[in-house]
């Protein structure tokens, strides 16, 4: 147990060194600013109604730290997941299975040290409240014991939980990889919402005391919490600046502490009850995630010049392309099982027969454009996942095999929703069938875009469920899929023209990242390898 320690702090110091830990400190840094606008700012991100909190430290300190619940437990649950993983990659994990450190240390090492990253952010946005309580406070008086409890009582245990869930999701070998990735988000969606109810156990995220608390500042001050509107956790945006009114803060009573006391104690247990079944890294024991083999490039990356290529011809190259397409093809959907196909089969045959349009765009599209999620996510990232990126640098014409790679993942895009396109088509709805096709493009690149740049699906699988979400629940701006209609049928959200613009941005980003990425084989060169006497072995 005296190594416990030591190894929680080693693995903390490593993942703060890693860029998904810098991208979600920034986040943070822009949701602090974001959770408390300008006093005549149009948007909220805490509201009661027409109402707000004047800017003071115990307001200031409650708004941000409830944002930062919300946000962290479900940008940290990505950011800190992987532990389990890059200790079988790395081999580390093999060499602790063979000491006397037992399981529930290990888990309980990992948990420490997953705590440790998420509670540092929580650090950056107490930082950032503070500065925000200077630059933008309507009270001049610090109280550093109201700034500091919410992100104590509140926000502490909430990224608890979602450390402990995600060593929880590492352990389980069908959440390991990107289902779990997607099943987080709503799992993340019921704890976030549900859990602002007054009913909640334990008492949810916390907020319904909170909601009480501000209830009760607002009816002292002669305004009927029941007619001053609903209470609001989340970004919204405001006709007109809300009106403030004083808030003192809440007392936190004896039976609130023991509720979140007893949350982070829940957050222990799912962090070591893995230990009833997890191996972690042991052959020995035959239940421990097999580290993912990487293949390793030849030395030579070019043939001999005595080995002359074939003339090109036009013929040639387009068999060559249609080869290529094809073989992306393959492996973006390999080991696909049949009951996948048969349910994206189903739901075309159901938003065929389906009518209205407006019910097939309105249910059946979105459900066909989320089910090949970790298909998508596999865009611009199987190469470096696999480690195969270093020997296809020696091969020419890297853009050609990532445009290849994008035409794949339009097909496929096109094949999920084809009910719904030949449905709005037969139907005659022009609009419809434009935003379709638009949705078609900008759907798998989004996805090779965001996989070029970070070589991970993980990030792809963090971004697209909540703008999915965001269209299902009817958030019209940024509707890409044609999903929200009005009384006329015609489609609210993105415009064409502006999804195809956005389309061409990330083609421009992919291209970029395509022809920057360095070379990591001799003769090799972001345009592909050159072919020289001096390659030969």
Not at 2 to 30: E, I, N, T
Not at 299 to 314: N, S
Not at 430 to 447: E, R
Request: glycine fraction near 10%; hydrophobic fraction near 55%.
């Amino acid at each position: 147990m005296r190594a416990l320690l030591p190894l929680a702090l080693g693995d903390f110091r490593q993942r703060a060194r890693r860029p998904a830990y810098l991208a979600v400190l920034a986040a943070s840094v822009g949701l602090a600013v974001a959770a408390v606008p300008a006093r005549d700012a149009h948007w909220t991100v805490l509201q009661f109604g027409d109402w707000r909190g004047t800017y003071d430290s115990a307001y200031l300190g409650m708004v941000v730290a409830l944002a930062g619940t919300v946000w962290l437990s479900l940008g940290g649950f990505y950011a800190v997941r992987g532990a389990v993983a890059r200790d079988a990659d790395s081999g580390v994990g093999g060499l602790l299975a063979t000491t006397r450190l037992p399981t529930a240390a290990y888990l309980c090492a990992k948990f420490l040290s997953s705590l440790l990253v998420l509670a540092s952010l929580l650090g950056v946005l107490a930082l950032a409240a503070l500065a925000l309580l200077w630059a933008r406070g309507e009270s001049g008086t610090l109280d550093v014991v109201a700034l500091l409890q919410p992100f104590v009582l509140i926000a502490l245990p909430m990224v608890a939980l979602t450390a402990a869930a995600a060593l929880l999701f590492e352990t389980i070998p069908l959440l390991r990889a990107g289902l779990g990735n997607v099943l987080w988000f709503f799992v993340w969606t019921v704890l976030v919402l549900g859990g602002q109810s007054p009913h909640a156990p334990l008492g949810g995220i916390g907020v319904a005391d909170v909601v009480r608390s501000l209830g009760a500042a607002l009816r002292a001050q002669g305004v009927d919490p029941h007619g001053a509107g609903e209470f609001s956790l989340g970004l919204t945006f405001v006709e007109r600046p809300l009106r403030t009114f004083d808030w003192d803060g809440f007392e936190p009573t004896t039976a609130y502490v023991v509720q979140r006391l007893a949350l982070a104690g829940i957050a222990v247990l799912v962090a070591l009850v893995p230990a009833v079944w997890f191996a972690r890294v042991d052959p020995a024991r035959g239940h421990a995630p097999a580290p993912r083999q990487k293949h390793v490039a030849p030395a030579v990356v070019a043939p001999p010049a005595v080995f002359a290529r074939p003339p090109v011809t036009p013929a040639r190259t387009g068999r060559t392309g249609l080869r290529l397409l094809a073989g992306e093809a393959r492996v973006l959907v390999r080991g696909t099982a049949w009951w996948w196909w048969a349910v994206t089969a189903a739901l075309a045959l159901l938003a065929l027969c389906v009518t209205p349009a407006t019910g097939v765009s309105r249910v059946l599209l979105p459900l066909s454009w989320i089910w090949p999620v970790l298909l998508w996510s596999r865009l611009g990232t199987q190469r470096g996942e696999s480690g195969v990126d270093a020997f296809l640098a020696g091969y020419p014409r890297p853009a050609r095999r990532r445009y290849a790679e994008w035409t794949a993942g339009v097909l496929l895009t096109a094949a999920a929703g084809a009910g719904a396109g030949l449905r709005a088509a037969a139907g005659g709805d022009g609009p419809g069938c434009a935003a379709w096709a638009c949705a078609v493009l900008f759907i798998p690149t989004l996805a090779l875009a965001l996989g070029t740049v970070s070589r991970t699906h993980r990030l792809f699988q963090a971004v697209y469920p909540p703008l999915w979400y965001l269209v299902v629940n009817g958030f019209a701006p940024l509707d890409f899929m044609g999903a929200i209609r009005d009384a006329d049928g015609h489609p609210q959200g993105l415009s064409p023209t502006t999804l195809l613009l956005v389309t061409a941005l990330l083609l421009g980003v992919i291209q970029a990242a395509t022809a920057r990425w360095p070379a990591t084989l001799p003769g090799a060169s972001p345009r592909g390898a050159k072919w020289s006497v001096r390659d030969r072995g």
